[in-house]
């Protein structure tokens, strides 16, 4: 008796489990495990450490490895914590409470095996060589790193998929957290109270048992209250175990709170810092744009921006010291060299009638201004002769109903997705326009006429000027687009088939949702073929949006077989918070044909208050394989582009910067393109185009997966807001779903070491690329043919 109750007084938990386990009578009780880590001596690590508890259903991984720090000390022994996607190490497991050495996050990293006992972690800049003491205790590891990363992952897309409706913990969340706590301590106190009323009745049964030993009885009674006896000194220890168990628990409980509590507060102070300094520099914002227009000297009609061109171009290092620290992220490549265009005088430059295939040599009398392929900047009926030539044949639509005047406050809405992809935010259709991405794609299509015309040029330097005045009409739809198209669904297509009336056939399909990616062909029986895979990234940076398209765009004529290929700029929205919104383009684009290896350096210069540059202003030069000019490009994005032919080329003065500045002497610019006017009423049609305006127009005949189908955005464009958002809100759940019956099935065939391919485009397949070697979806044939024939079976139900 005295022995069982030292052992209920002090033995704890540890050597309750041991004397529990002994006794007969509580056999079949199972016994808490002893540790989650991999086998090794005595239950502990590979170094035979002391085991490590973990709790029954807990993700918690733990146990000793060896970690590789430096060529000095080489391997060294560290205890590793695999939890919630997270691996920690720590020197010795008493560190666990004070001091982390290190932590990688298993969602984002890429696990690599070297050898049998060898782990490579590596996620970004940081990698980790650990060593196991054995294979089996590797493959352990590895296991366990693999489910855990898959869970880690889908934790972040869940995440992601409401990050949107996070709201900041209220006072009444943590009211809720207090009151949970005063709860466990009450009922902790009612155990407390059930324990001093158990030790004292099995005290007085003990004593009235040892009573009954001492009475003079039958044998068979004497072993019988023995036995009881027995039982009741277990039945005491039993319930002090409980007792120490609730106890530990209630410790754990206040722990974590705290640790919770103070993270939480971090993050509150954190978010309000964060806030006032948005608001403080948002106002800053406004003070700099009225002070820059009051400003003297300034003309108030231009805001503070010198229209006047200066003809000359800064270099890309001179022009970065004159933004502000939000126009940083603009990255100029190193080599591009500044460069000044003086134009030569007409008069001493005889002019011919002969083709300007001979452009490239450079001799002036070969710039022909009556030349049938580059057409005079002087032609005044430029726009009107274009338009009558691209009357469509079938009449199309020429405007939607009027946008409605909702209100609606930003900031309440961004405010919680700083720092996060713009696609993972679920925004109300109210910021959006009644487009989707796959419809914003083909709307660069709107002047393909300049491919028509490069096709019949025969000089790859000529050609090159067109392809380079294509790449940047393509962003003339967005100077006043300040509203986000609608994210495509996962396998949702959209075709533009204008075969009869321009010679082109185009389509569009969404091969992945996170990233989002979208894939796009375009046949014209005019001689071109253009397809490209972009991958949109963005993210919201509290007073401008950055959207970094990513991926290669291709371009090959079918009787040169000229091959271009290149890249687009980033596209950044201003004024999230306060004023009107607008946007810029910056960056640099370079046209590369992969054939002839001539090359087009276009530079988008990003808007500076105190320029003096044109506003949106786009320059560059196409050069030969020997890296010789032959032309000059200049103009704005938002209006027209000239080309200017080289007759002489000369070093001029060397800048501040140590660059060499390069004079080009050049005839006279042509315009190669020029923006169309847009529609009357454009304003209040979210300032769509022509072309835009029909892109959304109902059809026959298209798959069932078409952009046109999508009902949300039928709804939109109807004015019907409150349906579209009910409708918006039901299809993205609808995608969530798959999504994470999709994840589910790739966990499950990583459990049973099985290949999962995960979704696969319909239309279009993923191949290596000849010229660039980038892995890229490309069309596989199909779509047309099923549409003449009307058989949609292999569409997905995404509606």
């Known amino acids: 008796m005295g022995k069982a109750a030292a052992l209920c007084g002090g033995g704890g938990t540890r050597g309750l489990v041991s004397l529990l386990s002994a006794v007969p009578c509580l056999a079949c009780q199972e016994l808490p495990a002893m540790s989650a880590e991999p086998g090794g001596r005595g239950g502990g690590g590979p170094a035979g450490g002391p085991p490590a508890a973990a709790a029954p259903g807990s993700d918690t991984y733990k146990g000793w490895l060896f970690k590789w720090t430096n060529y000095l000390k080489g ?30 996050n298993l969602s984002t990293a890429h696990i690599d095996t070297e050898d049998s006992c060898n782990i490579v972690l590596s996620n970004g800049g940081r990698t980790y060589h650990l060593k196991a003491n054995s294979e089996v205790e590797r493959q352990r590891w590895v296991t366990a790193l693999e489910l855990a990363k898959a869970k880690a992952i889908r934790m972040r897309n869940n995440q992601s998929d409401d990050s949107g409706d996070e709201e900041p913990a209220s006072q009444s969340d943590k009211s809720e957290l207090h009151g949970t706590l005063k709860t466990l301590s009450s009922k902790l106190e009612d155990l407390s109270t059930c324990h001093e009323l158990i030790a004292k009745h099995g005290a007085a049964l003990q004593r009235s048992l040892s009573e009954l030993e001492n009475l003079k009885l039958p044998a068979e009674s004497g072993e019988k209250i023995k036995a009881v006896n027995e039982r009741a000194t277990l039945f005491r220890i039993t319930s002090n175990a409980m007792i120490n168990a609730c106890r530990d628990f209630l410790d754990l409980a206040e722990t974590h709170s705290r640790k919770w509590q103070r993270a939480l507060q971090y993050e509150r102070e954190q978010r309000i810092r964060l806030e006032e300094t948005i608001e403080q520099l948002a106002k800053q914002h406004n003070s700099l744009e009225r002070a820059c227009r009051g400003a003297p000297g300034l003309s108030s009609s231009t805001t503070g921006i010198t229209s006047s061109a200066k003809g000359s171009v800064q270099s890309a290092k001179g022009e970065a010291s004159d933004e502000d620290e939000e126009t940083e992220y603009f990255d100029a490549m190193e080599d591009a060299p500044a460069f ?83 696609s993972k935010i679920p925004m109300p259709v109210n910021f959006n326009e009644p487009l989707s991405m796959l419809q914003r794609l083909t709307e660069d299509l709107e002047y393909h006429e300049l491919l028509d015309k490069a096709v019949k040029c025969e000089s790859s330097t000529e050609q090159m000027c067109f392809v380079a005045a294509f790449s940047v009409s393509s962003y003339s739809t967005t100077v006043h687009r300040t509203a986000k198209p609608f994210n495509p669904l996962l396998g949702e297509t959209y075709e533009l088939d204008r075969l009869e009336e321009f010679g082109f056939r185009s389509l569009c399909e969404q091969v992945s949702h996170h990233p989002p990616a979208a894939a796009h062909h375009v046949y014209s029986k005019r001689g071109w073929t253009l397809w490209q895979e972009i991958t949109i990234a963005s993210k919201f940076r509290g007073k401008y949006l950055s959207i970094m398209p990513l991926g290669a765009i291709h371009l090959e004529f079918h009787s040169s077989g000229n091959h271009y290929v290149w890249r687009k700029v980033t596209s950044t929205v201003h004024n999230i918070i306060v004023g009107k919104l607008w946007i810029d383009q910056s960056g640099e684009i370079e046209i590369v044909n992969h054939k002839s290896k001539d090359k087009c350096q276009l530079k988008f210069t990003p808007y500076s208050y105190f320029s003096r540059d044109v506003p949106r202003k786009v320059t560059g030069v196409v050069t030969d394989a020997d890296g010789k000019a032959h032309y000059v490009m200049s103009g704005t994005w938002d209006e027209k582009m000239e080309c200017s032919k080289i ?118 397949e993923r191949k290596v690329d000849a010229v660039t070697g980038e892995l890229i979806c490309v069309y596989k044939g199909g779509y047309w043919e099923a549409k003449d024939k009307q058989d949609w079976s292999s569409c997905p139900d995404i509606f």
């Open 647 to 764: 007759v002489h080329s000369s070093h001029g003065s060397t800048s501040t910067e140590g660059k060499q500045k390069t004079v080009y002497q050049t005839l006279s610019p042509k315009v190669l393109w020029k923006k169309y006017p847009l529609p009357e009423n454009a304003e209040n049609m979210y300032f769509f185009s022509d072309l835009a305006l029909t892109l959304n127009e109902p059809e026959d005949r298209v798959a069932p997966t078409d952009s046109r189908l999508r009902p949300d955005q039928r709804l939109m464009e109807s004015g019907r807001w409150d349906e579209a958002n009910v409708e918006k809100q039901r299809l993205e759940e609808k995608q969530r779903a798959v999504r994470r019956r999709r994840e589910a099935e790739a966990v499950e065939a990583l459990e049973e070491g099985k290949d999962y391919e995960g979704y696969i485009p319909l239309w279009f």
């Open 75 to 104: 391997y060294q022994r560290r205890w590793f914590v695999l939890s919630n996607g997270l691996l920690s190490y720590y020197r010795t497991q008493a560190e666990m409470a004070h001091t982390c050495r290190g932590t990688i």
């Open 340 to 422: 000044i265009t003086v134009t030569a005088d007409p008069k001493h430059h005889r002019r011919s009638g002969s083709n300007l295939s001979g452009a490239s040599e450079g001799h002036p009398e070969d710039w022909n201004l009556e030349d049938s392929v580059f057409e005079s900047s002087n032609q005044s009926s430029y726009n009107e002769s274009t338009c009558k030539d691209l009357l469509p044949k079938k009449r199309r639509r020429t405007r939607i109903p009027d946008k409605p005047n909702y209100s609606l406050n930003l900031w309440s809405i961004m405010k919680n997705c700083i720092g996060k992809e713009l």
